[in-house]
């Protein structure tokens, strides 16, 4: 791909994460507004504030294409889930053991449930949102049940408010109305082929263990370390701990979480300390720091890191946390500290291998491609779908191909090699495959004759074949051997045979970097799973078309 197609890419990327950030800042400044006078007239304390600022900010981004039933069912839903979270923070503060212990097993529960399908999915999502708030609160909220149930309106208030900015901004056509790729949902099994023990665990439960166990952890060297600075710790286990996608992933979530955390407390605590302070100028920097975070974050996560947590920093300072240099160095070891027991978590109980997380999501692309090749003889009116369907694999793909990268320079700079092959050599491949794929969807949607030709049969055989031979591959099963692509005429190839040799050639290119497994090699790998670590799903990659199929093509 060339420099300028990157930086159109990119430009094109920051454009849409800028107006998706206008319109989220833009719920969020009405929400702690409307808040606020409610805050004013009834004197609730700051704690309704920093849950109106949160539950919108969240909101914002995890409904950003919802459905009007899943609005619904979230306003329904949020008021309820609020004032648990409320009543969670009380018990923090009262009988603070009962408490931490309620919130551990309440976020962890709420990865638990993935495993229940998407509905419960998007509930465990819900769950996190007022208990983080109630975390981050810097000062303890108001005791009382009426001021707990107050925590419901300020719930409906933040739904409200960014479901109105959201729509719109889609009816002014401003808002990319298209869902955030997400893994399919987890299937029901009792046990992977190949596997036992703690192997066979659903990836839910094991994240749910990993992060009950990370959380447990920070509330109790915290307590013991860190005194009324815990926040710190306990915040950033569960960031690191949340959505991690292997043990590869946590420790460069980690490194990106401890990195921007750095910059953003270091910045924030030295403007502090230098510059006079102001109520309204506090609140302006904190809303700039939410934009700048919310349109970064797609780009690494070290930016949104900087960003929140130079907004935690700014909010103690408010209520009256100071200390200077000596602030400064007890709230980066209070981050260094949670980071390390997050990764210590997911390393040694209950490990998956990031290795294993990237066969799942090549497979899944492939699986993808697959269909689509099929369908470009069979079904071409379903052409376009399964093409949707390639580019959103391939989306979910990059989410795990940054570890895989690092991987692979670390490792090369250690041997001294270019050359051999590593994993994220195939995700390389995949990547040139956008333009050609949807090149070859539409051209069998469209009924081009060309993709009825013997040369594109013969070509599409091959590739096909050799699709499922590279599927079986990342599964560990034995397969038939790569096939040689066909050569081209000697006068050309059409647009759509052309895009289908890209796409040959790629599958080459990751056919050298997982070679066909002979059969008497197989072993106990013979059936092996993969395991998406988002809790999302357990798949076979080796299951795919029959390969009889390809070859009467």
Same mark, same amino acid.
């Given at each position: ?15 849409? @994460? ?9 719920? %969020? ?60 923070? $009380?018990?923090?503060?009262?009988? !603070?053991?009962? #408490? ?16 229940? #399908? ?14 983080? =708030? ?5 000062? !303890?909220?108001?005791? #009382? ?15 409200g408010w960014v479901a109105l900015c959201q729509t719109i901004a889609r009816r002014l056509g401003v808002l990319d109305a298209t869902p955030p790729p997400r893994p399919a949902p987890e299937p029901q099994r009792r046990g992977a082929p190949g596997k036992a023990g703690w192997r066979a665990m659903p990836a839910s ?21 860190? @005194? ?13 701990? /949340? ?23 270091? =910045? ?5 300390s230098l510059l006079p302070r102001h109520a309204t100028a506090d609140v302006v920097a904190i809303f700039v720091l939410l934009g700048i975070g919310t349109v970064l974050r797609q780009f690494t996560y070290a930016y949104w890191a900087g960003c929140v947590t130079g907004v935690l920093a700014l909010l103690y300072s408010?209520?009256? $946390?100071?200390?200077?240099? $000596? ?21 040694? %109980?209950? !490990?998956?291998?990031?290795?294993? %997380? ?8 492939? /699986? ?12 071409? @009116?379903?052409?376009? @779908? ?18 895989? $990268? ?40 469209? #009924?081009?004759? =060309? ?56 599958v080459d290119q990751m056919a050298e970097v997982f070679p066909p497994v002979e059969a008497n090699a197989a072993g106990d790998t013979a059936g092996a799973t993969t395991v998406d670590t988002a809790g999302d799903a357990t798949v076979d990659t080796a299951v795919g078309p029959d390969r009889r199929e390809a070859e009467?093509?």
């Open positions: 791909m060339s420099s300028y197609a990157v930086r159109t890419i990119f430009s094109a990327r920051l454009r849409a @994460e800028g107006v998706h950030a206008a319109v989220t800042m833009t719920a %969020v400044v009405a929400t702690f507004y409307s808040a606020m006078a409610l805050e004013h007239a009834f004197r609730l304390g700051v704690g309704v504030l920093v849950l109106a600022v949160a539950l919108s900010l969240t909101a914002a981004r995890t409904e950003r294409a919802a459905s009007r039933r899943r609005r619904l069912a979230g306003l329904v839903t949020m008021p309820v889930l609020a004032v648990v979270a409320g009543g969670v923070g $009380e018990l923090m503060v009262h009988l !603070p053991t009962v #408490g931490k212990a309620v919130f551990t097993l309440a976020l962890s529960g709420a990865i638990w449930l993935r495993r229940f #399908g998407p509905v419960a999915t998007r509930v465990g999502a819900w769950v996190a949102m007022p208990f983080i =708030a109630v975390l981050v609160t810097p000062v !303890p909220g108001p005791v #009382g049940a009426w001021t707990v149930l107050w925590s419901a309106p300020i719930a409906v208030l933040a739904w439960t094991r994240m749910a263990v990993q992060m009950g166990l990370s959380l447990a952890a920070a509330f109790l060297v915290g307590g013991l370390l860190f @005194e009324q600075h815990w926040p710190w710790l306990v915040i950033t286990a569960y960031v690191v701990s /949340a959505g991690n996608r292997g043990r590869g992933d946590v420790l460069h979530k980690a490194a990106l979480r401890f990195a921007g955390a750095t910059a953003g407390t270091l =910045a924030v605590t030295v403007l502090s408010s209520f009256g $946390e100071t200390g200077g240099p $000596e602030l400064l160095g007890v709230r980066l070891a209070a981050i260094a500290t949670g980071a390390l027991l997050a990764a210590a978590a997911h390393w040694f %109980v209950l !490990p998956v291998r990031s290795a294993d %997380v990237l066969r799942k999501r090549l497979g899944a692309v492939l /699986a993808a491609l697959a269909d689509l090749l099929r369908a470009v003889r069979h079904e071409p @009116e379903r052409c376009a @779908e399964h093409g949707a369907r390639f580019a959103t694999d391939l989306a979910l793909l990059e989410q795990v191909a940054r570890t895989a $990268e690092l991987h692979r320079m670390l490792l090369r700079r250690r041997t001294r090699t270019a050359r051999a092959a590593h994993p994220a050599d195939a995700v390389d491949a995949l990547r040139t495959l956008a333009e050609p794929v949807r090149v070859l969807a539409a051209s069998a949607a469209e #009924g081009s004759a =060309a993709t009825a030709g013997p040369h594109h049969l013969r070509l599409r055989a091959a590739v096909a074949a050799n699709v499922t031979e590279l599927r079986r591959a990342l599964g560990h099963k034995p397969g038939d051997g790569h096939r040689p692509l066909p050569p081209a005429p000697a006068d050309g190839e059409d647009p759509a045979s052309a895009a289908l040799r890209a796409v040959g050639t790629a009467s093509t």
